[in-house]
């Protein structure tokens, strides 16, 4: 569960495992292609939480993660669920920008949404699942 309780600077909470733990995020430096940002993540409790949530903005987005190996990358499969059901999507976490250039996308992907800010979770949260081109 993933919600935001400011989209300009980034800030969001994330609830894990139905409440197994919480984490509170901000953003900042984002590059507008996708491929960067800096990210400080803080464990909170559910107090917190509940406090911070009450200043929530746009949807709370519900997805499961599904994690795998791919040629020594960790690979990502969010399956939203909800307002977002129907979406799903693959995220990398490269380690630098030269392994994100060198990538080669698999042909099973539809489209690559990188550089797309509609694809972007915040965005997700405010204005839901984008028309595709």
Known sequence: EQTYVCF???MRLRKYDSGASY???V???MR???LARDETNIAITEDEYNDIIKNK???TIHKTRYQFM???QVIAIDIFHGDLDGLAYMEIE???FSAAEKY???DWVIADVTSDIRYKNGHLARYGIPERE
């Open 104 to 106: 080669q996308t698999p």
């Open 57 to 59: 903005q746009g949807n």
């Open 27 to 29: 953003k900042s430096n």
């Open 94 to 96: 490269f380690p630098d």
């Open 70 to 72: 791919d040629e020594g």
């Open 8 to 10: 300009s600077p980034e």
């Open 32 to 34: 507008s292609d996708g």
């Open 23 to 25: 984490e509170f995020t």
